[in-house]
Protein backbone atom coordinates (compact mmCIF):
# COMPACT_ATOMS: atom_id res chain seq x y z
CA UNK A 1 0.00 0.00 0.00
CA UNK A 2 0.70 3.48 -0.30
CA UNK A 3 -0.36 6.10 2.23
CA UNK A 4 1.48 10.08 2.85
CA UNK A 5 1.56 11.71 6.25
CA UNK A 6 2.23 15.15 7.64
CA UNK A 7 5.08 14.67 10.26
CA UNK A 8 5.83 17.39 12.45
CA UNK A 9 9.65 17.42 14.13
CA UNK A 10 11.43 20.09 16.28
CA UNK A 11 14.85 19.13 15.20
CA UNK A 12 15.66 19.84 11.60
CA UNK A 13 18.01 16.69 11.37
CA UNK A 14 15.73 13.90 11.35
CA UNK A 15 14.98 13.98 7.68
CA UNK A 16 17.36 11.60 7.13
CA UNK A 17 17.67 9.73 10.08
CA UNK A 18 13.77 9.32 10.08
CA UNK A 19 13.68 8.23 6.32
CA UNK A 20 16.80 5.99 6.77
CA UNK A 21 15.26 3.95 9.87
CA UNK A 22 11.60 3.45 8.04
CA UNK A 23 13.80 1.61 5.41
CA UNK A 24 16.38 -0.49 7.16
CA UNK A 25 14.02 -1.34 10.18
CA UNK A 26 10.41 -1.31 8.79
CA UNK A 27 11.01 -2.25 5.03
CA UNK A 28 9.06 0.98 3.54
CA UNK A 29 10.21 3.27 0.53
CA UNK A 30 10.17 6.58 2.10
CA UNK A 31 9.75 9.55 -0.25
CA UNK A 32 9.82 13.07 1.02
CA UNK A 33 7.37 15.06 -0.70
CA UNK A 34 7.63 18.47 0.63
CA UNK A 35 9.43 19.51 3.95
CA UNK A 36 9.43 22.96 5.62
CA UNK A 37 12.24 23.71 8.19
CA UNK A 38 12.21 26.99 9.97
CA UNK A 39 15.31 28.99 11.24
CA UNK A 40 15.30 26.93 14.94
CA UNK A 41 14.94 23.60 13.07
CA UNK A 42 11.31 22.98 13.19
CA UNK A 43 9.18 21.64 11.04
CA UNK A 44 7.50 19.04 8.96
CA UNK A 45 7.36 17.12 5.91
CA UNK A 46 4.97 15.49 3.54
CA UNK A 47 6.02 11.41 3.66
CA UNK A 48 4.69 8.85 1.17
CA UNK A 49 5.80 5.45 2.07
CA UNK A 50 4.83 2.23 0.64
CA UNK A 51 5.56 -0.91 1.71
CA UNK A 52 3.61 -3.52 3.35
CA UNK A 53 0.10 -2.08 5.75
CA UNK A 54 1.33 -3.89 8.72
CA UNK A 55 4.99 -2.26 8.02
CA UNK A 56 3.39 0.96 7.41
CA UNK A 57 1.31 1.35 10.66
CA UNK A 58 4.28 0.03 12.59
CA UNK A 59 6.80 2.28 10.82
CA UNK A 60 4.35 5.22 12.13
CA UNK A 61 3.82 3.85 15.42
CA UNK A 62 7.98 3.91 15.44
CA UNK A 63 7.54 7.98 14.75
CA UNK A 64 4.97 8.43 17.34
CA UNK A 65 6.90 6.68 20.09
CA UNK A 66 10.34 8.92 19.92
CA UNK A 67 7.97 11.73 19.69
CA UNK A 68 7.08 12.70 16.28
CA UNK A 69 3.46 14.18 15.65
CA UNK A 70 1.87 12.06 12.90
CA UNK A 71 -1.28 12.38 11.05
CA UNK A 72 -2.07 10.85 7.97
CA UNK A 73 -3.09 12.36 4.75
CA UNK A 74 -6.20 11.64 3.01
CA UNK A 75 -7.53 14.14 0.68
CA UNK A 76 -5.56 17.00 1.76
CA UNK A 77 -6.34 18.68 -1.30
CA UNK A 78 -9.48 20.65 -1.63
CA UNK A 79 -11.14 21.64 -5.22
CA UNK A 80 -14.29 24.30 -5.16
CA UNK A 81 -15.82 22.88 -8.12
CA UNK A 82 -18.74 25.86 -7.72
CA UNK A 83 -15.62 28.43 -8.00
CA UNK A 84 -13.31 26.50 -10.33
CA UNK A 85 -13.95 27.58 -14.34
CA UNK A 86 -12.44 24.59 -16.03
CA UNK A 87 -9.85 26.67 -17.20
CA UNK A 88 -7.01 24.43 -17.28
CA UNK A 89 -4.01 26.86 -16.27
CA UNK A 90 -3.63 24.33 -13.44
CA UNK A 91 -3.24 21.38 -15.27
CA UNK A 92 0.18 21.53 -17.07
CA UNK A 93 2.11 21.99 -13.80
CA UNK A 94 0.50 19.10 -11.63
CA UNK A 95 3.87 17.34 -11.66
CA UNK A 96 1.95 13.93 -10.93
CA UNK A 97 -0.87 14.28 -13.49
CA UNK A 98 -3.51 14.48 -11.09
CA UNK A 99 -5.15 17.60 -12.45
CA UNK A 100 -7.40 16.35 -15.87
CA UNK A 101 -9.69 17.34 -18.19
CA UNK A 102 -12.55 14.99 -17.51
CA UNK A 103 -12.81 13.61 -21.36
CA UNK A 104 -16.28 14.01 -22.07
CA UNK A 105 -17.18 17.20 -20.86
CA UNK A 106 -13.90 18.91 -20.80
CA UNK A 107 -14.39 20.18 -16.51
CA UNK A 108 -11.33 20.09 -14.99
CA UNK A 109 -11.05 17.43 -11.96
CA UNK A 110 -8.68 16.46 -9.23
CA UNK A 111 -7.66 12.72 -8.05
CA UNK A 112 -6.73 13.49 -4.55
CA UNK A 113 -5.68 9.91 -4.38
CA UNK A 114 -2.74 10.59 -7.04
CA UNK A 115 -1.77 14.02 -5.41
CA UNK A 116 0.94 14.26 -3.51
CA UNK A 117 0.27 18.10 -1.85
CA UNK A 118 3.16 19.63 -3.47
CA UNK A 119 1.38 23.00 -3.55
CA UNK A 120 2.55 23.65 -7.77
CA UNK A 121 -1.23 24.42 -7.93
CA UNK A 122 -2.40 26.77 -5.72
CA UNK A 123 -1.01 29.81 -7.33
CA UNK A 124 -1.36 28.96 -10.78
CA UNK A 125 -5.01 29.13 -10.31
CA UNK A 126 -6.71 32.35 -10.88
CA UNK A 127 -9.90 31.84 -8.62
CA UNK A 128 -8.03 30.47 -5.54
CA UNK A 129 -10.31 26.55 -6.41
CA UNK A 130 -7.75 24.85 -5.07
CA UNK A 131 -6.57 24.93 -1.57
CA UNK A 132 -3.96 22.55 0.36
CA UNK A 133 -5.55 21.99 3.91
CA UNK A 134 -2.17 21.12 6.02
CA UNK B 1 -29.29 29.31 -52.49
CA UNK B 2 -28.96 32.21 -50.32
CA UNK B 3 -30.89 32.99 -47.34
CA UNK B 4 -31.37 36.43 -45.18
CA UNK B 5 -31.51 37.68 -42.25
CA UNK B 6 -35.19 38.03 -42.36
CA UNK B 7 -35.54 34.48 -43.50
CA UNK B 8 -33.92 33.10 -40.63
CA UNK B 9 -35.68 35.20 -38.21
CA UNK B 10 -39.02 34.33 -39.11
CA UNK B 11 -37.91 30.37 -38.85
CA UNK B 12 -36.35 31.57 -35.60
CA UNK B 13 -40.04 32.70 -34.58
CA UNK B 14 -41.99 29.92 -35.79
CA UNK B 15 -39.51 27.70 -33.75
CA UNK B 16 -38.50 26.01 -37.46
CA UNK B 17 -34.91 27.14 -37.24
CA UNK B 18 -31.67 24.67 -37.35
CA UNK B 19 -29.12 25.54 -34.91
CA UNK B 20 -25.82 23.91 -34.58
CA UNK B 21 -22.95 24.62 -32.63
CA UNK B 22 -19.63 25.12 -34.34
CA UNK B 23 -18.31 22.05 -32.91
CA UNK B 24 -21.65 20.27 -34.48
CA UNK B 25 -21.05 21.32 -37.59
CA UNK B 26 -17.79 20.14 -38.73
CA UNK B 27 -18.68 16.43 -39.35
CA UNK B 28 -21.59 17.59 -40.88
CA UNK B 29 -19.48 19.81 -43.43
CA UNK B 30 -17.41 17.16 -44.14
CA UNK B 31 -20.15 14.28 -44.72
CA UNK B 32 -22.75 16.34 -46.74
CA UNK B 33 -20.31 19.51 -47.89
CA UNK B 34 -20.58 23.12 -47.49
CA UNK B 35 -23.53 23.81 -49.94
CA UNK B 36 -26.25 21.24 -48.42
CA UNK B 37 -24.80 21.72 -44.95
CA UNK B 38 -25.57 25.73 -46.09
CA UNK B 39 -29.29 24.65 -47.02
CA UNK B 40 -29.98 22.47 -44.03
CA UNK B 41 -28.80 24.81 -41.31
CA UNK B 42 -29.90 28.60 -40.21
CA UNK B 43 -27.56 29.47 -37.21
CA UNK B 44 -24.05 28.16 -35.76
CA UNK B 45 -23.48 29.43 -32.40
CA UNK B 46 -20.21 30.00 -31.48
CA UNK B 47 -18.75 30.77 -27.98
CA UNK B 48 -15.51 31.46 -25.62
CA UNK B 49 -14.82 31.50 -21.63
CA UNK B 50 -11.83 32.85 -20.98
CA UNK B 51 -9.85 35.91 -19.08
CA UNK B 52 -10.88 38.93 -21.30
CA UNK B 53 -8.37 41.88 -19.49
CA UNK B 54 -9.62 45.12 -21.36
CA UNK B 55 -13.14 44.80 -19.74
CA UNK B 56 -14.98 47.15 -17.76
CA UNK B 57 -18.71 48.56 -16.44
CA UNK B 58 -20.27 51.76 -16.59
CA UNK B 59 -22.52 52.52 -13.52
CA UNK B 60 -24.87 55.34 -13.05
CA UNK B 61 -25.21 55.32 -9.39
CA UNK B 62 -28.39 57.52 -8.89
CA UNK B 63 -28.27 60.82 -6.83
CA UNK B 64 -28.31 61.26 -3.36
CA UNK B 65 -30.28 64.05 -1.62
CA UNK B 66 -28.32 66.52 -1.76
CA UNK B 67 -26.67 65.40 -4.44
CA UNK B 68 -23.02 64.72 -4.84
CA UNK B 69 -20.51 65.51 -8.21
CA UNK B 70 -18.03 62.58 -7.32
CA UNK B 71 -14.70 62.86 -8.55
CA UNK B 72 -12.94 60.14 -6.06
CA UNK B 73 -14.35 56.89 -5.96
CA UNK B 74 -14.24 53.62 -4.19
CA UNK B 75 -16.05 50.01 -4.80
CA UNK B 76 -15.18 47.73 -2.62
CA UNK B 77 -11.86 49.63 -1.90
CA UNK B 78 -11.50 49.51 -5.94
CA UNK B 79 -10.90 52.96 -7.65
CA UNK B 80 -13.58 53.77 -10.33
CA UNK B 81 -13.34 56.86 -12.37
CA UNK B 82 -14.19 59.81 -11.21
CA UNK B 83 -13.93 62.00 -14.51
CA UNK B 84 -17.25 61.29 -15.58
CA UNK B 85 -20.74 63.56 -14.77
CA UNK B 86 -22.05 63.09 -11.38
CA UNK B 87 -22.64 59.72 -10.77
CA UNK B 88 -21.21 58.35 -13.66
CA UNK B 89 -18.47 55.95 -13.49
CA UNK B 90 -16.21 53.26 -15.19
CA UNK B 91 -15.05 50.81 -13.66
CA UNK B 92 -12.35 48.66 -15.37
CA UNK B 93 -11.72 44.49 -14.60
CA UNK B 94 -7.96 45.52 -13.78
CA UNK B 95 -8.40 48.18 -11.46
CA UNK B 96 -7.09 47.24 -8.37
CA UNK B 97 -7.93 47.21 -4.36
CA UNK B 98 -6.40 50.50 -2.65
CA UNK B 99 -3.74 49.42 -1.05
CA UNK B 100 -3.24 46.87 -3.58
CA UNK B 101 -2.53 43.23 -2.58
CA UNK B 102 -5.66 41.08 -1.56
CA UNK B 103 -6.51 39.68 -5.26
CA UNK B 104 -9.61 41.87 -5.19
CA UNK B 105 -9.97 44.09 -8.19
CA UNK B 106 -12.17 45.62 -10.49
CA UNK B 107 -13.46 42.34 -11.98
CA UNK B 108 -14.50 41.26 -8.78
CA UNK B 109 -16.93 43.91 -8.16
CA UNK B 110 -18.13 43.42 -11.21
CA UNK B 111 -18.66 39.42 -10.53
CA UNK B 112 -20.00 40.49 -7.06
CA UNK B 113 -22.77 42.98 -8.81
CA UNK B 114 -23.86 40.49 -11.29
CA UNK B 115 -24.26 37.87 -8.26
CA UNK B 116 -26.43 40.22 -6.88
CA UNK B 117 -24.47 41.07 -4.02
CA UNK B 118 -23.82 44.60 -2.43
CA UNK B 119 -21.03 46.50 -3.24
CA UNK B 120 -19.84 49.29 -0.59
CA UNK B 121 -19.53 53.09 -2.42
CA UNK B 122 -17.15 55.38 -0.52
CA UNK B 123 -17.08 58.90 -2.90
CA UNK B 124 -15.66 62.19 -2.54
CA UNK B 125 -16.69 65.49 -4.54
CA UNK B 126 -15.41 69.23 -4.30
CA UNK B 127 -18.71 70.45 -3.49
CA UNK B 128 -20.07 72.68 -5.62
CA UNK B 129 -23.63 75.53 -5.73
CA UNK B 130 -25.26 72.68 -7.70
CA UNK B 131 -23.53 69.63 -5.95
CA UNK B 132 -23.25 70.90 -2.41
CA UNK B 133 -22.72 67.51 -0.92
CA UNK B 134 -18.91 66.60 -0.34
CA UNK B 135 -18.83 62.99 0.60
CA UNK B 136 -21.21 60.10 0.68
CA UNK B 137 -20.85 56.18 2.36
CA UNK B 138 -23.05 53.60 1.08
CA UNK B 139 -24.24 50.11 -0.23
CA UNK B 140 -24.93 49.59 -3.86
CA UNK B 141 -26.06 46.64 -5.44
CA UNK B 142 -27.37 45.65 -9.24
CA UNK B 143 -31.13 46.80 -8.15
CA UNK B 144 -30.49 49.96 -6.28
CA UNK B 145 -28.51 51.80 -9.06
CA UNK B 146 -29.66 53.33 -12.85
CA UNK B 147 -27.71 52.08 -15.64
CA UNK B 148 -25.30 49.21 -15.66
CA UNK B 149 -23.69 48.11 -18.57
CA UNK B 150 -20.83 46.14 -19.54
CA UNK B 151 -18.39 47.81 -21.98
CA UNK B 152 -15.56 45.93 -22.61
CA UNK B 153 -13.19 48.03 -25.70
CA UNK B 154 -11.00 44.60 -26.39
CA UNK B 155 -12.71 41.22 -26.60
CA UNK B 156 -13.27 38.06 -28.39
CA UNK B 157 -9.10 37.89 -29.70
CA UNK B 158 -9.54 36.42 -32.86
CA UNK B 159 -6.56 33.41 -32.14
CA UNK B 160 -3.93 34.15 -29.94
CA UNK B 161 -0.05 32.70 -29.50
CA UNK B 162 1.73 30.01 -27.08
CA UNK B 163 3.42 30.55 -24.16
CA UNK B 164 6.68 29.36 -22.88
CA UNK B 165 9.50 29.66 -20.68
CA UNK B 166 13.00 28.45 -21.61
CA UNK B 167 14.37 30.50 -18.31
CA UNK B 168 15.58 28.91 -14.94
CA UNK B 169 12.83 30.36 -13.13
CA UNK B 170 9.26 30.15 -13.17
CA UNK B 171 7.20 32.93 -14.53
CA UNK B 172 3.83 34.00 -13.75
CA UNK B 173 2.46 36.16 -16.39
CA UNK B 174 -1.49 36.27 -18.05
CA UNK B 175 -0.68 33.59 -19.63
CA UNK B 176 -0.40 31.70 -16.44
CA UNK B 177 2.28 29.65 -14.67
CA UNK B 178 5.29 29.10 -16.91
CA UNK B 179 7.58 26.52 -15.68
CA UNK B 180 11.57 26.70 -16.28
CA UNK B 181 13.04 24.78 -18.96
CA UNK B 182 9.82 24.91 -21.01
CA UNK B 183 8.23 22.37 -18.77
CA UNK B 184 5.07 23.50 -19.72
CA UNK B 185 3.13 25.98 -22.72
CA UNK B 186 0.09 27.69 -22.33
CA UNK B 187 -2.65 28.94 -24.64
CA UNK B 188 -5.48 30.51 -24.94
CA UNK B 189 -8.40 29.93 -27.68
CA UNK B 190 -11.67 27.81 -27.90
CA UNK B 191 -10.55 26.68 -31.16
CA UNK B 192 -13.32 25.52 -32.94
CA UNK B 193 -15.92 26.85 -31.09
CA UNK B 194 -13.89 30.13 -31.11
CA UNK B 195 -16.32 32.71 -32.33
CA UNK B 196 -14.07 35.19 -34.74
CA UNK B 197 -11.94 31.98 -36.27
CA UNK B 198 -15.32 30.66 -37.31
CA UNK B 199 -16.01 34.10 -39.14
CA UNK B 200 -12.19 34.81 -39.83
CA UNK B 201 -12.90 37.96 -42.28
CA UNK B 202 -15.89 39.28 -40.40
CA UNK B 203 -18.46 38.61 -43.73
CA UNK B 204 -21.35 38.76 -40.96
CA UNK B 205 -19.73 39.98 -37.58
CA UNK B 206 -20.25 43.79 -37.67
CA UNK B 207 -21.40 46.58 -35.63
CA UNK B 208 -25.00 46.09 -34.15
CA UNK B 209 -24.64 41.91 -34.13
CA UNK B 210 -26.65 40.83 -31.29
CA UNK B 211 -24.52 38.56 -28.98
CA UNK B 212 -24.52 36.24 -26.05
CA UNK B 213 -22.59 38.60 -23.38
CA UNK B 214 -22.41 36.78 -19.85
CA UNK B 215 -25.33 35.23 -19.95
CA UNK B 216 -27.17 37.96 -21.20
CA UNK B 217 -27.68 40.00 -24.96
CA UNK B 218 -25.37 42.31 -25.61
CA UNK B 219 -23.67 43.86 -29.11
CA UNK B 220 -21.00 44.30 -31.43
CA UNK B 221 -20.21 47.55 -30.56
CA UNK B 222 -17.24 48.58 -32.28
CA UNK B 223 -13.98 47.26 -33.63
CA UNK B 224 -11.95 46.08 -30.81
CA UNK B 225 -8.63 47.56 -30.08
CA UNK B 226 -5.32 46.20 -31.52
CA UNK B 227 -7.61 45.16 -34.11
CA UNK B 228 -5.26 44.22 -36.98
CA UNK B 229 -5.39 42.45 -40.37
CA UNK B 230 -2.11 41.95 -41.32
CA UNK B 231 -1.16 38.37 -39.65
CA UNK B 232 -0.23 35.23 -41.79
CA UNK B 233 -2.99 32.97 -42.51
CA UNK B 234 -3.14 29.45 -42.53
CA UNK B 235 -6.30 27.29 -43.74
CA UNK B 236 -7.86 30.74 -44.05
CA UNK B 237 -7.58 31.82 -40.15
CA UNK B 238 -5.00 33.97 -38.71
CA UNK B 239 -2.02 32.18 -36.98
CA UNK B 240 -1.50 35.08 -34.35
CA UNK B 241 -3.81 37.12 -32.11
CA UNK B 242 -5.49 39.32 -35.28
CA UNK B 243 -9.04 40.96 -34.59
CA UNK B 244 -11.05 41.80 -31.87
CA UNK B 245 -14.43 43.31 -30.87
CA UNK B 246 -15.78 45.82 -28.72
CA UNK B 247 -19.05 44.40 -27.09
CA UNK B 248 -21.77 45.96 -24.60
CA UNK B 249 -24.79 44.81 -22.58
CA UNK B 250 -26.72 45.25 -19.89
CA UNK B 251 -25.15 43.74 -16.67
CA UNK B 252 -28.80 43.08 -14.89
CA UNK B 253 -29.51 40.41 -17.21
CA UNK B 254 -26.32 39.08 -17.18
CA UNK B 255 -25.49 35.42 -15.16
CA UNK B 256 -22.95 34.66 -12.76
CA UNK B 257 -21.77 30.96 -13.54
CA UNK B 258 -20.45 32.72 -17.19
CA UNK B 259 -18.40 35.62 -15.34
CA UNK B 260 -15.23 35.33 -12.76
CA UNK B 261 -12.98 38.14 -11.08
CA UNK B 262 -9.58 36.54 -11.93
CA UNK B 263 -6.27 37.26 -9.62
CA UNK B 264 -3.51 36.03 -11.85
CA UNK B 265 -0.44 35.32 -9.63
CA UNK B 266 2.22 37.80 -10.63
CA UNK B 267 0.12 39.63 -13.14
CA UNK B 268 -3.25 40.84 -11.41
CA UNK B 269 -6.88 41.20 -11.84
CA UNK B 270 -8.85 40.44 -14.82
CA UNK B 271 -12.57 39.42 -15.82
CA UNK B 272 -12.94 36.34 -17.21
CA UNK B 273 -16.88 36.06 -19.27
CA UNK B 274 -18.16 34.00 -21.64
CA UNK B 275 -19.33 35.71 -25.44
CA UNK B 276 -21.27 33.59 -27.93
CA UNK B 277 -21.88 34.78 -31.17
CA UNK B 278 -24.42 33.68 -33.63
CA UNK B 279 -23.60 33.07 -37.11
CA UNK B 280 -26.05 33.22 -39.84
CA UNK B 281 -25.63 30.77 -42.34
CA UNK B 282 -26.82 33.18 -45.33
CA UNK B 283 -24.52 31.06 -47.87
CA UNK B 284 -21.82 27.96 -48.44
CA UNK B 285 -18.79 30.26 -47.90
CA UNK B 286 -20.37 31.24 -44.48
CA UNK B 287 -21.07 27.84 -43.54
CA UNK B 288 -17.54 26.32 -45.12
CA UNK B 289 -15.93 29.22 -42.66
CA UNK B 290 -18.05 27.62 -39.73
CA UNK B 291 -16.50 23.66 -40.58
CA UNK B 292 -13.09 25.27 -39.31
CA UNK B 293 -11.83 22.87 -36.75
CA UNK B 294 -8.60 22.35 -34.05
CA UNK B 295 -6.87 20.35 -36.63
CA UNK B 296 -6.94 23.50 -39.01
CA UNK B 297 -6.06 26.27 -36.56
CA UNK B 298 -2.62 26.76 -36.07
CA UNK B 299 -0.88 29.33 -33.40
CA UNK B 300 2.68 30.38 -32.69
CA UNK B 301 5.02 29.18 -29.65
CA UNK B 302 7.41 32.19 -28.19
CA UNK B 303 9.17 32.36 -25.23
CA UNK B 304 7.71 34.52 -22.62
CA UNK B 305 11.30 34.76 -20.95
CA UNK B 306 12.42 37.62 -23.29
CA UNK B 307 11.32 41.15 -22.56
CA UNK B 308 10.55 41.93 -26.57
CA UNK B 309 11.36 40.87 -29.85
CA UNK B 310 9.78 37.43 -29.33
CA UNK B 311 9.79 35.26 -32.18
CA UNK B 312 8.05 32.01 -33.42
CA UNK B 313 9.65 28.96 -32.43
CA UNK B 314 7.07 26.80 -33.79
CA UNK B 315 3.37 26.25 -34.77
CA UNK B 316 0.89 23.55 -33.01
CA UNK B 317 -2.70 23.15 -34.17
CA UNK B 318 -5.11 23.39 -31.22
CA UNK B 319 -5.87 19.56 -32.02
CA UNK B 320 -1.89 18.95 -30.87
CA UNK B 321 -2.41 21.18 -27.94
CA UNK B 322 -5.70 20.28 -26.13
CA UNK B 323 -3.59 16.23 -25.73
CA UNK B 324 -2.00 18.07 -23.11
CA UNK B 325 1.51 17.33 -24.59
CA UNK B 326 3.49 18.60 -27.66
CA UNK B 327 7.29 17.75 -28.66
CA UNK B 328 9.86 20.77 -29.24
CA UNK B 329 13.08 19.65 -30.56
CA UNK B 330 12.96 16.10 -29.19
CA UNK B 331 11.51 17.24 -25.82
CA UNK B 332 8.03 16.98 -24.71
CA UNK B 333 6.10 19.91 -23.38
CA UNK B 334 3.19 19.49 -21.60
CA UNK B 335 -0.16 22.43 -22.15
CA UNK B 336 -2.56 23.45 -20.20
CA UNK B 337 -5.22 25.80 -21.51
CA UNK B 338 -6.04 29.22 -20.20
CA UNK B 339 -9.53 29.86 -21.69
CA UNK B 340 -12.63 27.08 -21.00
CA UNK B 341 -13.15 24.98 -23.54
CA UNK B 342 -16.02 23.59 -21.21
CA UNK B 343 -17.02 27.17 -20.63
CA UNK B 344 -17.26 27.61 -24.04
CA UNK B 345 -19.39 24.61 -24.39
CA UNK B 346 -21.78 25.99 -22.60
CA UNK B 347 -22.13 29.25 -23.80
CA UNK B 348 -22.77 28.05 -27.66
CA UNK B 349 -25.21 25.63 -25.94
CA UNK B 350 -27.09 27.64 -24.32
CA UNK B 351 -27.08 30.52 -27.04
CA UNK B 352 -28.34 27.17 -29.42
CA UNK B 353 -31.05 26.96 -27.11
CA UNK B 354 -32.17 30.34 -26.93
CA UNK B 355 -32.45 30.19 -30.81
CA UNK B 356 -34.25 27.14 -31.25
CA UNK B 357 -36.56 28.52 -28.26
CA UNK B 358 -37.50 31.15 -30.31
CA UNK B 359 -35.88 33.53 -27.24
CA UNK B 360 -33.07 35.37 -29.59
CA UNK B 361 -33.37 36.79 -32.95
CA UNK B 362 -30.50 38.04 -35.30
CA UNK B 363 -29.49 41.45 -35.81
CA UNK B 364 -27.99 42.31 -38.44
CA UNK B 365 -25.00 45.15 -38.59
CA UNK B 366 -25.53 48.12 -39.38
CA UNK B 367 -21.93 48.70 -39.92
CA UNK B 368 -19.12 46.47 -41.57
CA UNK B 369 -16.08 46.33 -39.29
CA UNK B 370 -12.68 47.72 -40.80
CA UNK B 371 -11.66 44.90 -43.59
CA UNK B 372 -8.20 46.44 -43.00
CA UNK B 373 -6.26 47.27 -39.65
CA UNK B 374 -2.56 47.97 -38.66
CA UNK B 375 -1.17 47.80 -35.02
CA UNK B 376 1.19 51.31 -34.00
CA UNK B 377 3.49 50.87 -31.38
CA UNK B 378 4.11 53.60 -29.28
CA UNK B 379 7.65 55.69 -29.59
CA UNK B 380 9.35 56.05 -26.68
CA UNK B 381 10.19 60.16 -26.08
CA UNK B 382 8.04 60.96 -28.91
CA UNK B 383 8.32 64.46 -29.67
S1 LIG C 1 -0.76 19.82 -4.92
FE1 LIG C 1 -1.64 20.31 -6.93
S2 LIG C 1 0.10 20.24 -8.32
FE2 LIG C 1 0.76 19.18 -6.45
S3 LIG C 1 0.27 17.04 -6.83
FE3 LIG C 1 -1.50 17.89 -5.79
S4 LIG C 1 -2.87 18.50 -7.45
FE4 LIG C 1 -0.85 18.21 -8.36
S1 LIG D 1 -6.73 26.85 -12.50
FE1 LIG D 1 -8.38 26.94 -10.98
S2 LIG D 1 -10.19 27.56 -12.17
FE2 LIG D 1 -8.66 26.87 -13.65
S3 LIG D 1 -9.13 24.69 -13.93
FE3 LIG D 1 -7.57 24.79 -12.32
S4 LIG D 1 -8.78 24.81 -10.44
FE4 LIG D 1 -10.19 25.32 -12.07
Known amino acids: ?134 | MAKTYEEINNRIKTGEAVVMTAEEVVDLVREKGAERAAEEVDVVTTGTFGAMCSSGAFLNLGHADPPIRMTNIRLNGVEAYGGLAAVDTYIGATSLIDPPGTGYGGAHVIEDLIAGKKVHLVATGPGTDCYVRKSIETNISLDDINEAYLYNPRNCYQNYGIATNTSDRTLYTYMGKLLPRMKNATYSSAGTLSPLLNDPHLDTIGMGTRIFLAGGEGYVSWQGTQFKTTVEEVNGVPVGGSRTLAVIGDMKQMDPKFVRGLDITGYGISLAIGIGIPIPILNADIMRNCAISDEDIYAEMVDYSLPSGRKCMQRYNYAQLRTGKIEYEGKTIRTSSMSSLAGARKVANTLKDWIEHGEFLLNEPCLSLPKEGKLKGLKDGGQ
Not at chain 1, 68 to 76: P, R
Open chain 1, 1 to 134: MEAKYRIDFDEGNVLESVTYTLVSEYDLKPNILRADITGDGSGFMLLSVIGDCDDVILGMNYLREIGFKVKELKGHISHDYERCWSCGACVSVCPTRSIYHEEETMLVKVNTKKCIACGSCLNACSVKAIQLEL
